[in-house]
């Protein structure tokens, strides 16, 4: 810089900006900035120094008053952009009733408009059926409101709409007992019925499908006298324990965790049945499963349970891990409708029926939201109708899934006979959620430290 290029752009700030009563334009262009002084224009580049000087210029009045009120203008801008971003986060303390403070259920819910699509939760293992049908029902009026489907384990989908995270205006789970645990537990957060389980209009069952046991067909020679009998858990007991044995060694088991997967609560099902039954508890099954008896036979029955990460993925993930390798696992609890597709790929499949065993009744539900919109909801009185009819069902045996109703699919049972399937079974009522819960959380604290 030429040596008096300080003192030149002093007096240049001096007198072109602050000394007069003149405008002031800057604008940044191809890093320069443009003073204009009356109809004069001058140019500059930018330069350190310069703003080294300008802070040390004699300012007027008017000069000193206008440089504040631009400083005061900056901080304030800077404050309330980046103010939030250092401010405390303070986290909300949950209420009594499950929902965060000075909130209430309508905060939890769809607000009243129009959406561009309805949401329908439900599990992976009915995504084919279920699928086809949304499908052929957006198809049948193409300028509606399309139906589109969001696939959760049954147990965690329940949680995520008790807790707010979905909010679907159609509910399809893998057994009554979620509908009717979600049902009874948002009445009590809220006082709002989400659900009437007892009304055709907006609570149907649709399908069952029995629980079994997935084996192959060599392993199932040795394990069907001892599985196919009202003794099953106690042989699997037995076995686990020691006390009886197998040709192969040592005895390897599955479900998938009953936390996430409807499959596993019902293989729950069918022990706390069988224990209660055995030891005269069916009257009193929540002291049942509290008792030391009963954490004792459930740490020896799952002595030889394997606990690996196809059971904590779910239903569906189990299926596919014994599909790809049997080896894995001696016998793992599956939905017979599971079973079935998986044995028409391969054939040294098998299956042994629990005796008694369980139904996983497949419903579908319209969830009433606070401030629900009333065409959503029309639209899913529309498409429970379309997914109850005949021909929806008759469809749903490409799945090898019962309707409750109507024509079964004995044919493809007789077809797969010497798999050990069966148009026939005996089955028992699903114990109440409350003690199939509580038995839950046992057998992930078991399972966890085993």
Same mark, same amino acid.
């Given at each position: 810089?030429?040596?008096?290029?300080?003192?030149?752009?002093?007096?240049?700030?001096?007198?072109?900006?602050?000394?007069?009563?003149?405008?002031?334009?800057?604008?940044?262009?191809?890093?320069?900035?443009?003073?204009?002084?009356?109809?004069?224009?001058?140019?500059?580049?930018?330069?350190?120094?310069?703003?080294?000087?300008?802070?040390?210029?004699?300012?007027?009045?008017?000069?000193?008053?206008?440089?504040?009120?631009?400083?005061?203008?900056?901080?304030?801008?800077?404050?309330?952009?980046?103010?939030?971003?250092?401010?405390?986060?303070?986290?909300?303390?949950?209420?009594?009733?499950?929902? $965060?403070?000075?909130?209430? +259920? !309508?905060?939890?819910?769809? #607000?009243? @408009?129009?959406? =561009?699509?309805?949401?329908?939760? /439900?599990?992976?293992?009915?995504?084919?059926?279920?699928?086809?049908?949304?499908?052929?029902?957006?198809?049948?009026?193409?300028?509606?409101?399309?139906?589109?489907?969001?696939?959760?384990?049954?147990?965690?989908?329940?949680?995520?709409?008790?807790?707010?995270?979905?909010? $679907?205006?159609?509910?399809? +789970? !893998?057994?009554?007992?979620? #509908?009717? @645990?979600?049902? =009874?537990?948002?009445?009590?957060? /809220?006082?709002?019925?989400?659900?009437?389980?007892?009304?055709?209009?907006?609570?149907?069952?649709?399908?069952?499908?029995?629980?079994?046991?997935?084996?192959?067909?060599?392993?199932?020679?040795?394990?069907?006298?001892?599985?196919?009998?009202?003794?099953?858990?106690?042989?699997?007991?037995?076995?686990?324990?020691?006390?009886?044995?197998?040709?192969?060694?040592?005895?390897?088991?599955?479900?998938?965790?009953?936390?996430?997967?409807?499959?596993?609560?019902?293989?729950?099902?069918?022990?706390?049945?069988?224990?209660?039954?055995?030891?005269?508890?069916?009257?009193?099954?929540?002291?049942?499963?509290?008792?030391?008896?009963?954490?004792?036979?459930?740490?020896?029955?799952?002595?030889?349970?394997?606990?690996?990460?196809?059971?904590?993925?779910?239903?569906?993930?189990?299926?596919?891990?014994?599909?790809?390798?049997?080896?894995?696992?001696?016998?793992?609890?599956?939905?017979?409708?599971?079973?079935?597709?998986?044995?028409?790929?391969?054939?040294?499949?098998?299956?042994?029926?629990?005796?008694?065993?369980?139904?996983?009744?497949?419903?579908?539900?319209?969830?009433?939201?606070?401030?629900?919109?009333?065409?959503?909801?029309?639209?899913?009185?529309?498409?429970?109708?379309?997914?109850?009819?005949?021909?929806?069902?008759?469809?749903?045996?490409?799945?090898?899934?019962?309707?409750?109703?109507?024509?079964?699919?004995?044919?493809?049972?007789?077809?797969?006979?010497?798999?050990?399937?069966?148009?026939?079974?005996?089955?028992?009522?699903?114990?109440?959620?409350?003690?199939?819960?509580?038995?839950?959380?046992?057998?992930?604290?078991?399972?966890?430290?085993?």
């Amino acid at each position: 810089m030429p040596p008096n290029a300080h003192s030149r752009a002093k007096s240049r700030f001096s007198r072109g900006v602050f000394a007069k009563k003149i405008p002031f334009d800057k604008r940044n262009r191809k890093g320069r900035a443009l003073i204009s002084v009356g109809a004069r224009h001058r140019i500059f580049k930018f330069n350190p120094l310069y703003f080294a000087d300008f802070f040390q210029m004699k300012l007027k009045p008017l000069g000193k008053i206008t440089l504040f009120l631009l400083l005061a203008g900056a901080a304030f801008g800077a404050w309330k952009v980046l103010g939030p971003r250092f401010a405390p986060q303070v986290a909300a303390t949950p209420s009594s009733n499950g929902f $965060p403070p000075n909130t209430s +259920p !309508s905060d939890f819910a769809p #607000a009243q @408009r129009t959406t =561009s699509e309805i949401q329908l939760v /439900t599990s992976a293992s009915r995504k084919g059926w279920m699928l086809d049908q949304i499908e052929k029902f957006n198809a049948s009026r193409p300028k509606g409101t399309p139906i589109r489907a969001k696939y959760v384990e049954t147990r965690e989908g329940m949680h995520a709409i008790l807790g707010g995270k979905l909010q $679907p205006t159609l509910y399809a +789970p !893998s057994s009554v007992i979620w #509908a009717d @645990r979600l049902a =009874s537990a948002y009445d009590q957060k /809220t006082g709002h019925t989400l659900l009437d389980t007892s009304d055709d209009a907006s609570f149907r069952v649709l399908l069952k499908t029995p629980m079994v046991f997935l084996t192959t067909r060599e392993k199932a020679r040795v394990l069907r006298p001892l599985l196919g009998t009202n003794a099953a858990w106690s042989n699997i007991r037995a076995i686990s324990s020691g006390q009886k044995s197998v040709p192969w060694g040592r005895l390897k088991w599955a479900h998938a965790d009953p936390l996430s997967a409807n499959s596993g609560m019902m293989a729950l099902a069918m022990i706390v049945a069988d224990y209660t039954d055995r030891t005269n508890q069916g009257g009193a099954m929540s002291a049942a499963v509290d008792s030391a008896a009963f954490a004792g036979y459930l740490k020896s029955l799952y002595a030889r349970f394997v606990a690996d990460s196809a059971v904590k993925k779910g239903s569906t993930a189990l299926a596919q891990s014994f599909a790809s390798e049997p080896s894995r696992y001696d016998f793992i609890v599956a939905y017979e409708s599971v079973a079935l597709g998986l044995v028409r790929e391969n054939p040294d499949l098998a299956v042994i029926y629990p005796t008694p065993t369980v139904n996983a009744e497949n419903s579908i539900a319209l969830l009433n939201w606070p401030n629900t919109n009333a065409q959503n909801l029309q639209i899913g009185r529309e498409f429970m109708q379309f997914i109850a009819s005949p021909q929806a069902l008759s469809e749903a045996k490409s799945e090898y899934f019962r309707p409750v109703r109507g024509a079964g699919i004995q044919s493809e049972l007789q077809k797969y006979g010497a798999n050990g399937f069966k148009n026939s079974y005996s089955a028992i009522e699903v114990p109440p959620y409350e003690v199939l819960n509580k038995v839950a959380f046992g057998w992930k604290t078991l399972v966890a430290r085993s």
